[in-house]
């Protein structure tokens, strides 16, 4: 399927190959390889909660947050 043919699909259908893709690829995940960078994100973000410099939001109230700053 081309470019042009996924950009006549309706949003469902869409939505429909997306989630059909990415269980295809989360089935596979242990020949993926996260990069080295994200391991290192990870190691800092963990020291930054641990020493008290990040807050830590529930899902909802974070989503809600980036909703107002992007009005």
Not at 27 to 53: C, I, N, Y
């Amino acid at each position: 399927m081309s470019i042009a043919e996924l950009r006549k699909l309706s949003r469902d259908e869409k939505l429909k190959i997306i989630e059909t893709l990415w269980s295809d690829l989360a089935g596979d995940e242990e020949s993926f390889e996260s990069p080295a960078w994200h391991a290192e994100e990870l190691r800092k973000t963990e020291a930054d909660l641990a020493a008290g410099r990040v807050e830590v939001l529930d899902w909802e109230d974070a989503k809600k947050e980036l909703r107002k700053r992007f009005e």
